[in-house]
Each structure stands twice: as C-alpha cells, then as structure tokens.
Nanobody
Framework: QVYVVESGGGLVQAGGSLTLSCATS????????MGWFRQAPGKEREFVAS????????NYAESVKGRFTISRDGAKNTMFLLMNNLKPEDTAVYYC?????????????????WGQGTQVTVSS
C-alpha cells in the first residue's frame, strides 16, 4: 500500500511564509519525479511546481516563480514546498503527487499517486 501524506498547511497573513511537506511510504520513489498541485474553491486543479528524481531539475508555475521553492530528500522519500510572500490568491488545497517518470512537468495525468491535500489559507 502506497501512502502520500501532506502536512504543514495553515492560516497565514499575506506576505508570510509556510513550508509544506510530503511524506511517502509503501515503496521507494527515488527514481520518480514529484510535484505539487493546488485547487482553490470553484476552480480547476492547477500545477504549482515539480522536481526531478534527483532534485536537479525543477519547474514552477508562472504565478509562483520567485516565491516558492520545491525540494526533495530522496533518502527519506520526502518533498517540500517553501512558500514565501504568500498572497490571498495562493489560498487553496495543496496536493502532493508522485510522477510516473524521472522528469515531470505540469500535466497531472502523468502523476500516479496523490495525497489527500492540506489547506493553505492566506488572509489579506
């Protein structure tokens, strides 16, 4: 059984920071990319960021470039999303996902395992 669990969400004021974590278990994903997606109320799920199998390549949505940083610890099967200078429009449920390939981008159909999500709320 594969488990993907996000943590670290919460309520923060605009301009503040949060760090999300994603822990996986049940199998090793050291050769797989990983990514973060988010879904705001009434909107489609959207890509936020992805990281390659070895952490050497990253991709970001334009809306978060320069503010968010994705990273991973392959040895511990964990991934992180450091979110700085948060804005009210960043409010959403954030999902961690494990990619099918060593390198991934923003297409959610190539992610096979998903967490249940963690709520991030940014107040103005």
């Amino acid at each position: 059984q594969v488990y993907v669990v996000e943590s670290g969400g919460g309520l923060v004021q605009a301009g503040g920071s949060l760090t999300l974590s994603c822990a996986t278990s049940g199998r090793t994903f050291s050769s797989h990319s990983m990514g973060w997606f988010r879904q705001a109320p009434g909107k489609e799920r959207e890509f936020v960021a992805s990281v390659s199998w070895n952490g050497g390549a990253t991709n970001y949505a334009e809306s978060v470039k320069g503010r968010f940083t994705i990273s991973r610890d392959g040895a511990k099967n964990t991934m992180f999303l450091l979110m700085n200078n948060l804005k009210p429009e960043d409010t959403a449920v954030y999902y961690c996902a494990v990619g099918r390939y060593p390198y991934s981008a923003g297409v959610d159909s190539i992610y096979d395992y998903w967490g249940q999500g963690t709520q991030v709320t940014v107040s103005s």
